[in-house]
Each structure stands twice: as C-alpha cells, then as structure tokens.
T-cell receptor, first 111, second 113 residues
Framework: DAGVIQSPRHEVTEMGQEVTLRCKPI?????LFWYRQTMMRGLELLIY????????DSGMPEDRFSAKMPNASFSTLKIQPSEPRDSAVYFC?????????FGSGTRLTVV | GEDVEQSLFLSVREGDSSVINCTYT??????LYWYKQEPGAGLQLLTY?????DMKQDQRLTVLLNKKDKHLSLRIADTQTGDSAIYFC?????????????FGKGTHLIIQP
C-alpha cells in the first residue's frame, strides 16, 4: 500500500486566491482526518469524516475553510480566500478504528 | 478541554538514553501514543500503550505510563544520530481515537556527538 497520499507537497499562493489540498486515504480505512501544524499552535484537528460523512468540523478556523469527501478514496480541503495566517503544514490522516497513518503533508505558504 | 504538555527540547549525547516526558489531562483516554516527525516528513507512529498497561517495551523503546499522575514517558536506549527528530505525545480520548487525537507541541530531540 502506498500509504496516505497528499498533493501538492508544496503550495505557494497569493493572498485572496483559492487553495485546494487533496488527500487519498489508505484503502479500507473508514475515517479521515485533516490536521494543521504551526509552530505556535502545534497540531490542530480541523475536521474528520467517518465513512465519508463529516462528523465534527468544530476545528475549522473560519468559514473560509471547507472540506469534502465525495467518496472513500478522496478528500479535499479548500481555503477561499486564502490569507497569510493560513500558512502552515496541512496533514491528512486515515484510520481503521484508531490505527492512524499520516500523509507527508502539504506545506502551504500564502504571500 | 483536553491538553497534552511536553517540554520543547531535549539534548542528549550519542549512546546515552533519552527520556521524553509528557503529561495529559484526559483521564478517560484509552490509548496514548508516541509519534516521530523528521524534517519535512509526516508523523510516523513509534509506539502506543493501552491505558490499562503501565509499561511497554519494543526494542530500544520503552514506554512508561503512570495513569494516576497522567504521565507518559518514552525512553530511547542507545540514542543514535538517526533518532534526531521531533517526538509527539498524543492521547486518544475516551473514543479510542475514533474522533481524533490530541497532540502535544512536540519535543525536539537533539543529539550531541
């Protein structure tokens, strides 16, 4: 298995632009999580899905952030419009009843 | 809410043992985890311990859990330069991780030659 695959690995965008981060979970995993990592706040859970259904999005910082999981093999995290304070590393993780696997992350820089 | 605390840095000499400590607040946590993050990489699960255990050993790694004090530690024996990384403690909450993990801010392990 190739593990959790995230794309792109790096994204540099201008303030105000839309950014879409992508994640392919491990086949057969029933849960998917989006985390954000910054120096100041560490790792924060943004949203998670069980069986493709969003369960808790209370960690999403603002309405500018949205996430979808249209099927069991794909999820997106969208920021529109992006702001410099959104600069961070965004991780996707998938899980089978608590056994987590993380992707390599997307480093987002908003200038 | 739940909170996980770790010291930010630990410096050890190559060949010595490293002990990374963590405290957590959610006494109902089912599992406690240690993850390793190397520069530019994702989080790699090192080991985990079930809350009804007080010790787990896996090769050079020893995890100790003091549930009464809500204290978790990771001991790395014979620390090598390849162990240089950020180590994250995480707790699962009562849901066993089904609703996400709560992470500490990570301990940077620095290896001196």
């Amino acid at each position: 298995d190739a593990g959790v695959i995230q794309s792109p690995r790096h994204e540099v965008t201008e303030m105000g632009q839309e950014v879409t981060l992508r994640c392919k979970p491990i086949s057969g995993h029933n849960s998917l999580f989006w985390y954000r990592q910054t120096m100041m706040r560490g790792l924060e859970l943004l949203i998670y899905f069980n069986n493709n259904v969003p369960i808790d999005d209370s960690g999403m910082p603002e309405d500018r952030f949205s996430a979808k999981m249209p099927n069991a093999s794909f999820s997106t995290l969208k920021i529109q419009p992006s702001e410099p304070r959104d600069s961070a590393v965004y991780f996707c993780a998938s899980s089978w009843y608590g056994g987590y696997t993380f992707g390599s992350g997307t480093r987002l820089t908003v200038v | 809410g739940e909170d996980v605390e770790q010291s930010l840095f630990l410096s050890v000499r190559e060949g010595d043992s490293s002990v990374i400590n963590c405290t957590y607040t959610d006494s109902s946590s089912t599992y406690l985890y240690w993850y390793k993050q190397e520069p530019g990489a994702g989080l790699q699960l090192l080991t985990y311990i079930f809350s009804n255990m007080d010790m787990k050993q896996d090769q050079r790694l020893t995890v100790l859990l003091n549930k009464k004090d809500k204290h978790l530690s990771l001991r790395i024996a014979d620390t090598q330069t390849g162990d240089s990384a950020i180590y994250f403690c995480a707790e699962s909450g009562s849901g066993g991780g089904a609703d996400g993990l709560t992470f500490g801010k990570g301990t940077h392990l620095i290896i001196q030659p």
